[in-house]
């Protein structure tokens, strides 16, 4: 299968609008020792025809016009963008779904609380039911893995493995929707696998790291993980208030607890950060940070990316 | 008054996504005689310090990026973007406010049932309220001028006049709300004046034009006026089916009853199309309605003009 990497930051992207730390700064000056990261957003196909977008981002406009593959091939309103599937309710994973409005039909993968927090309570994504062969809205069953066809029914040689990863709905859920959405469908790590058994991992927002996501994770060839943070206190010291990582869902990279220990003992995985905050010191690829995870075996992902599995 | 003109396209933007009519294809071929165009998104500051958005637009943080006047410029976390100004509810012209909630203070102006539809129906917009000192919004009454203010109550030396324009809800409205929302406050258009009495219209989405609208437009130096459609088929044409301008809220540009033609006789201002379809046939700029715009006195918007007024 082929893997595009559209966009690899963070919510907000790097640089982001209202941001100058020294990242943001460098960047805008010209002089940062490293690379501008649209919005987290991937896309992957078994033919190089039918594509499938993991979330969709806000950046999406622009990550599709830079990317031929994605350009409409036949008719005058077509797209090769067959289906999205969300893992997450979370604004950076899912508003580039209302930018993929006009008209077309789209197979749009989500678990049933996650359908009812995006079309019951954003009257906005009518926009994409305005006509009868637009979005097909299709359940996920955590942890039921599914295959993944176009809205009209075309199989495309892709099955999705969703692990529920996390009880957490995004802050802009309703207080009374709490106990009406099911915890265990919140927020999902995505699993692809191909026909011919190649498997990668899509979890751009992971909590914590158990024994059993280890296991998951060193059946995989190839592994997509939360870059968010280096340290858990991160945003606090940059902005002088706000949440640490752990309280945003985020493992950190760095620290005992952090995802480089975790997940030094995967041996199969290529390992890949994606998600990467505008403040996270390994963007720069003159710093510790960065030769630190080099060394430890890991990759940041590059917006423009392609992977063949 | 400095005028910027981020972007230019109507909703979906120059190419859009999913769309081959020829302009599309010719442009991602690289052989059109025409610019690319992000969607249509205006910005305008008196002080060159502070910046009020008129609408904000899906494609605002690219925007953003390539505009040095609106990078962050003073502590770790800031923006010389003061407010917003919402004319409608349509997606293309509120989307960019949820790309503004990094927890962010910002003025956010509205009509009373615009601030309905976006907070009471469409619970992502909570993302601009989850700490006290983030968006401010702020009542419009259609036709009360009012001034510009920053969320810190600072003026900044402009003020608007929304002029109601339409009853049109945008489509993902729901059908009870038809009867509570105000008719006067679904679409306004808006003329911003500076202190010496400089004065300028955004209105890109115009169903008609009346002998009122029209010494309103002439009391101004600049119009930025709806140049979505050429013709009031032209989606039908090109899509095989959809709706006409006229449906849609726009008045086409060219016929007896279209917009070249009623404001022909306007005097005072400059006179802009902005908010440009992709299929719009001027967007050649070697083809016959651009020079028929051209030769009617008319200019076509171009992503990253600045005006000084």
Redesign the interface.
């Known amino acids: 299968m082929q893997i595009k990497v559209l966009g690899s930051a963070a919510g907000?992207?790097f640089?982001?609008?209202?941001?100058?730390?020294r990242n943001?700064t460098l960047v805008?000056k010209g002089i940062f020792p490293g690379k501008v990261r649209t919005q987290a957003q991937i896309a992957v196909s078994a033919d190089n025809r039918s594509w499938f977008l993991l979330g969709a981002c806000?950046?999406?406009?622009?990550q599709?016009?830079v990317s031929?593959e994605?350009?409409?091939?036949d008719?005058?309103?077509?797209?090769p963008i067959a289906g999205v599937v969300l893992s997450s309710g979370d604004?950076d994973h899912v508003?580039g779904l209302?930018?993929?409005?006009?008209?077309?039909p789209l197979r749009v993968y989500a678990t049933p609380s996650i359908q009812r927090?995006l079309r019951e309570?954003?009257?906005?994504?009518?926009?994409l039911n305005?006509v009868s062969d637009q979005a097909l809205w299709t359940d996920i069953i955590p942890a039921e893995t599914f295959a993944l066809a176009s809205s009209a029914g075309d199989s495309c040689g892709l099955k999705c493995e969703p692990l529920p990863l996390s009880s957490r709905y995004p802050?802009?859920?309703?207080r009374r929707r709490a106990a009406e959405f099911a915890p265990c469908e919140a927020l999902l790590g995505l699993i692809i696998e191909d026909k011919s058994g190649n498997r990668f991992a899509y979890m751009p927002a992971v909590s914590q790291v158990d024994d059993g996501l280890l296991q998951v994770l060193e059946s995989t060839d190839l592994l997509f993980f939360d870059g968010t943070f280096w340290q858990d206190d991160e945003l606090i010291k940059?902005?002088?208030s706000?949440q640490t990582a752990g309280e945003m869902g985020h493992i950190p990279i760095s620290s005992e607890r952090g995802s480089l220990h975790r997940l030094a003992a995967l041996r199969r995985p290529r390992k890949i950060f994606i998600h990467i905050n505008n403040t996270n010191p390994m963007l720069d690829e003159s710093g510790a940070q960065f030769s630190e995870i080099q060394k430890a075996g890991w990759e940041l992902a590059e917006d423009g990316w392609n992977i063949q599995l």
């Open positions: 907000g992207g640089p982001q609008w209202n941001c100058s730390c943001c805008r806000p950046d999406l406009r622009a599709i016009e031929p994605l350009h409409p091939r008719g005058l309103r077509q797209s604004l508003l209302l930018l993929l409005r006009e008209l077309q927090l309570d954003n009257s906005m994504f009518a926009m305005r802050a802009y859920t309703r940059i902005q002088g706000g």
